[in-house]
């Protein structure tokens, strides 16, 4: 049974930082492309970042230079330090895992930034 379970969102203000986890198990995390999507009120869920097995990282181009994904596959867990929030990252974020066309998402995390 695969499971990934987030943590580390909360209320923060503008400018503040979190940092988001992801732990999975039922998978086999080294190899799978992990990622972090977000969806707010009202808007589609959309990509954050992602990182592959191979520890390439891709952002949305909204949050580059304030956001960093990285991975420890010892321990199964995504990680997502978000830096210099703004209202706009309000949203839950979701942990994402994809491979060879087996994909899954966590329940989400609300992340609240106020102005």
């Known amino acids: 049974q695969v499971q990934l379970v987030e943590s580390g969102g909360g209320l923060v203000q503008a400018g503040g930082s979190l940092r988001l986890s992801c732990a999975a198990s039922g998978i086999t995390f080294s190899r799978n492309v992990m990622g972090w999507y977000r969806q707010a009120p009202g808007k589609q869920r959309e990509l954050v970042a992602t990182i592959t097995s191979s520890d390439r990282l891709n952002y949305a181009d909204s949050v580059k230079g304030r956001f960093t994904i990285s991975r420890d596959n010892a321990k199964n867990t995504l990680y997502l330090q978000m830096n210099s929030l703004k209202p706009e990252d309000t949203a839950v974020y979701y942990c994402?895992?994809?491979?060879?066309?087996?994909?899954?998402w966590g329940q989400g995390t609300q992340v609240t930034v106020s102005s």
């Open positions: 994402n895992s994809a491979r060879w066309g087996h994909i899954y």
